[in-house]
């Protein structure tokens, strides 16, 4: 059916919502021209789950999206029944990571057959044109006016089609296995102890956002002569006889921000600890305690080693002046950023936050060190910072 077609009058579509599920369209058939209006309007199909809305599970309800959803529908002749559930908690946090490492691992696989198959299919059709076109010495050109013109022309387009294909299918083989490497290292870049502290910084901001928004009442205007809500609080009151008022929180509204407040606790317990176990592997997690003495330089996400200038409770302060001074890893003291400075200029400043700092070298160490051993020196101090296996 076409979505100009009016569904049979007992066609009843439900959207539902809860947190372990997400989003999702029931009592859609095939062809019976759901898909065609949703498919403009958030929702994507699945052979395992139907119609659905993505990243919808273990969140609240995209409630702009189910609208939208639900008054389209209903415009095309369907009845249409929403049901949100906001409150009962979905899934631990743990147990939808897993899921998503285990999806990765299924992706590597695919992607690695996929990779395996185009490469392979590349090279046997490059090897069989190489084997045909053996015995044309290259370079030798087209006898014009010869009987073996056509059938020399023709063998040489046939060519030209192969080895492209060929290249089209190495190229595609490329991909697939640059992206089954990078499905291999989901879990590992997901828990780079760098990265996981400022989705923690993140979260705990988050966190932070929803408590104030539950506790702070919102507000409303009513007009001259209307009544006020149950529980509204006059805040001020206007010439025209409008009011400001507070509204009191509803119970649902409250419930819902409750229940995403327990998520973000939930996420925020699983990262934390996994900081805590890279620690306990060696990994090195930075603080302001370590920069506090003189004559320390940190090595930044660069490979460089400047002097710290300062100390501070998220970060370390740096001359700015390193970006543009040429001459390999360092290190660049203060002094050396002072000398830098264009124009006579004051010495700028940048940051470098703890959770992006490689790690640490003191100026007792530099000393005396030509470049190349400084360059050493470096990656050994980042090797250590990660927790790697000292060199033998």
């Known amino acids: 059916m076409t979505t100009d077609q009016a569904p049979a009058a007992t066609t009843t579509i439900r959207i ?224 025209d006889g409008s009011r400001w008022c507070q509204m009191p929180v509803s119970a649902k509204t409250k419930a819902r921000y409750e229940s995403d407040i327990a998520a973000l606790d939930d996420e925020l317990e699983y990262w934390r600890d996994i900081l805590a176990k890279a620690a306990e592997r060696g990994v090195k997690l930075w603080s302001r305690d370590d920069f506090k003495e003189k004559g320390v330089y940190v090595i930044t996400r660069w490979g460089t080693a400047v002097e710290v200038m300062r100390a501070n409770p998220k970060s370390v302060t740096i001359p700015w002046s390193h970006y543009w001074i040429t001459g390999g890893p360092g290190p660049w003291s203060v002094a050396d950023c002072e000398q830098a400075k264009r124009d006579g200029g004051r010495l700028h400043t940048d940051t470098v936050p703890y959770n992006e700092v490689r790690g640490k070298v003191t100026r007792a160490e530099l000393e005396g060190l030509d470049p190349g051993q400084v360059q050493e020196l470096i990656a050994r101090k980042v090797r250590e910072a990660r927790g790697d296996a000292a060199d033998e």
């Open 16 to 239: 539902v919502h809860t947190r372990a599920e997400g989003t999702l369209i029931e009592g859609s058939r095939k062809s019976d021209g759901v898909w065609e209006i949703v498919r403009t309007r958030g929702f994507r199909s699945s052979r395992t789950v139907g119609l659905y809305v993505p990243h919808s599970r273990d969140k609240a309800a995209k409630t702009w999206i189910i609208n939208d959803a639900a008054g389209a529908l209903r415009a095309a002749g369907f009845t249409v029944e929403v049901s949100i559930d906001d409150e009962t908690p979905g899934r631990s946090f743990a147990e939808a990571e897993a899921d998503r490492n285990a999806g990765a691992e299924d992706r590597a696989d695919r992607y690695g057959e996929r990779a395996d198959r185009n490469t392979a299919s590349g090279n046997a059709r490059w090897e069989r044109t190489r084997e045909r076109m053996r015995h044309r010495p290259p370079g030798q050109p087209i006898l014009v006016g010869h009987h073996s013109e056509r059938a020399d022309r023709n063998l040489l387009d046939w060519a030209h089609r192969q080895e492209g294909k060929a290249i089209e299918e190495r190229n595609t083989g490329k991909y697939w296995a640059g992206r089954a490497t990078a499905a291999e290292h989901y879990q590992q870049h997901r828990e780079d102890p760098g990265r996981t502290q400022r989705r923690i910084d993140k979260l705990e901001a988050d966190r932070r956002r929803l408590v104030r928004q539950m506790e702070e009442k919102p507000t409303k205007l009513v007009g001259e002569g209307e009544e006020l809500p149950d529980g509204a609080v006059v805040v001020q009151t206007y010439g």
